[in-house]
């Protein structure tokens, strides 16, 4: 079964300072991975995803996230956060077979401070 | 083109009530799929339809029961509500193409049973 693991609850950071998101993953083939964000009374937007190919993914917004297969890892990062970033960030794995499934971690609440 | 929409935005019932929530698939999609969001949680897969029928199912009862309609809307249906059903409930919709396809959600029905 997938499963995808993010440990940090929350996180505070500067405006400006660099941002990183951990996400780890579990799933026995290769997995598409995505990053969702959704602001308070919100759906989700989609980030970026990766699918195959190149390891270090281009997303919107200034966001990039880098898969590594060693680690089971799919770490959301940004070079400077801006205030409008503050938001709750979801990073999942999904999978074929026999229809699509999404699986979602738990999220990670980030807070930006001036 | 139209995004995913749903209906209505905000829902208060009592428990032991039937509720129906709306999802309006954007163009050209042929897969649904319902998701719960608990307060502080990531969203947890309910069941996916494609070509209305159901073809997968997350660990939900059968009291969360569904429907797709020949023009890819579809609704959440869930009897005798209970207290554990306040959630924002999201749909997705996707091109089921034999290869993965990225998922595309509404804005949510926010749920409160009383």
């Known amino acids: 079964a997938q499963s995808v693991t993010q440990p940090d609850i929350h996180i505070t950071v500067s405006e400006g300072a660099s941002l990183e998101l951990r996400c780890n993953y579990s799933y026995g083939a290769t997995p598409y991975l995505f990053w969702y964000v959704q602001s308070p009374g919100q759906g989700l937007q989609l980030l970026l995803k990766y699918f195959s190919g190149d390891t270090l993914v281009q997303g919107i917004k200034g966001f990039e996230a880098e898969f590594k297969r060693s680690q089971s890892s799919f770490n959301l990062r940004k070079p400077s956060v801006h205030w409008s970033d503050a938001a709750e960030y979801f990073c999942a794995v999904g999978a074929l077979g026999g229809y699509q499934k999404v699986t979602f971690g738990t999220g990670t609440k980030l807070q930006v401070i001036p | 083109e139209t995004g995913v929409t749903q209906s209505p935005t905000h829902l208060i019932k009592t428990r032991g009530q039937q509720v129906t929530l709306r999802c309006s698939s954007q163009s050209g999609h042929n897969t649904v799929s319902w998701y719960q969001q608990a307060l502080g949680q990531g969203p947890q897969f309910i069941f996916q339809?494609?070509?209305?029928?159901?073809?997968g199912r997350g660990n939900f009862p059968p009291r969360f029961s569904g429907l797709q309609f020949p023009n890819y809307s579809s609704e959440l249906n869930v009897n005798a509500l209970e207290l554990d059903d306040s959630a924002l409930y999201l749909c997705?919709?996707?091109?089921?193409?034999?290869?993965?396809?990225?998922?595309?959600f509404g804005p949510g029905t926010r749920l409160t049973v009383l």
């Open positions: 997705a919709s996707s091109l089921a193409s034999g290869e993965y396809n990225e998922q595309f």
């Open positions: 339809y494609y070509r209305e029928e159901e073809n």
